[in-house]
């Protein structure tokens, strides 16, 4: 009996203790819900005023971004920053027309930096001055399109960076300034290169006027005549093949998209029309057959002298050949 009653007593203590731990749990998990906390030794009240608190001289950088990830997606960023003792500035947009986004670097549309000069620099310290810097808080791009902004400075010991200027009309001032930069800085506007078929390949799809662009073509088989072209009557397309990497483009990117296409067909296809020029009774064309006639006709002897040891690819049209001429075009194979 006596054990008995001192297990019930055990039983009732250990019960009593898991009620308080659960309790003291519970009690936690509340609290902690309904409390922020907050990163120590950071006061969310503090407020650094730009031209009172931070001087000119104490910028080191500055990030102003506005992005969209719906539909029509873009993004733009301007930066202002000190390198090597000089005030640079760099930007960067990209669009993604008709689609949702993010959009990534594939989708740049303009890219640039330039040396600020002092009179530039001056104006945009001149938008940047009344502006507040307060402490970072993560949730500042957690939605929303922005505009994000961020100013570095000497003394913002990594917490005391995120930027608010001193009115709205001022903040239209900066963008409507950057964007005239923008305009002056070098890389300027950027082109696409666009393709029409399977089988092309670039190292990049934007250009900027005047860049050099290279392209590849990789897909091709055995009796098929390629033809490649432009839509662009001021691209000077040239072409070229190696036995690496296959057709070889190059052409001057002009202040305009371009589309590369490529057209296709079997070689070993009959033509009717082929010799419908061949006229028997003309004087000119004794030979031609290789039956009549004293002229010279090694060279027109398809059966002979007509025929190479190895195939090669037209220079001019991209046909690939086995003899002197090509059978797309006519030009003769190189020596």
């Known amino acids: 009996m006596i054990d008995s009653y001192k297990y019930n007593i055990g039983g009732i203590i250990k019960g009593v203790i898991s009620l308080f731990i659960i309790m003291f749990l519970l009690t936690g998990c509340g609290s902690g819900e309904d409390t922020e906390v907050k990163p120590t ?20 950088d500055f990030y102003y971004t506005v992005e969209n990830i719906n539909y029509d997606a873009f993004y733009q960023r301007y930066r202002i920053y000190v390198e090597d003792g000089k005030h640079m500035f ?89 964007d005239s930069l923008a305009s002056d800085s070098e890389g300027g506007i950027m082109y696409k290169l666009e393709f029409d078929g399977y089988g092309f390949k670039s190292d990049k799809t934007r250009y900027s006027e005047g860049e050099e662009v290279t392209a590849y073509y990789d897909i091709f088989a055995t009796d098929t005549d390629y033809s490649f072209y432009t839509d662009s009557e001021d691209v000077d397309l040239k072409q070229a093949f190696d036995s690496s990497k296959g057709y070889v483009f190059t052409f001057t990117m002009p202040a305009h998209d ?19 020029s061949y006229d028997p009774d003309d004087p000119s064309n004794i030979g031609d057959t290789g039956n009549t006639g004293d002229t010279d006709n090694s060279e027109n002897d398809l059966s002979k002298d007509n025929t190479v040891t190895e195939t090669w690819f037209c220079p001019e049209c991209g046909c690939k050949n086995d003899r002197k001429y090509c059978s797309d075009c006519g030009f003769k194979k190189p020596e």
């Not at 006061?43 to 001289?57: A, L, M, P, R, T």
């Not at 620099?121 to 929303?144: C, H, I, M, T």
């Not at 005391?160 to 001022?170: G, H, I, K, M, V």
């Open 90 to 178: 760099f930007h960067e947009k990209r669009e993604r027309k008709n689609d949702y986004g993010p959009a990534t670097e594939e989708d740049t549309t303009r890219t640039g930096t330039m040396e600020l000069s002092e009179e530039q620099w001056s104006k945009l310290y001149d938008f940047l001055d009344g502006g507040v810097v307060k402490a970072r808080e993560e949730s500042s791009e957690s939605g929303g399109s922005g505009p994000w902004l961020y100013l570095y400075w000497t003394n913002d010991k990594s917490k005391y960076q995120q930027f608010t200027f001193d009115s709205y009309d001022t903040e239209t001032a900066f963008e409507d300034y950057c």
């Open 258 to 276: 371009v589309t590369l296409s490529v057209k296709s067909r079997n070689s070993m296809e009959y033509d009717p029309d082929a010799n419908n």
């Open 41 to 60: 030794g950071i006061s969310f009240s503090k407020k650094y005023v730009v031209g009172e608190d931070i001087q000119n001289g104490d910028i080191t």
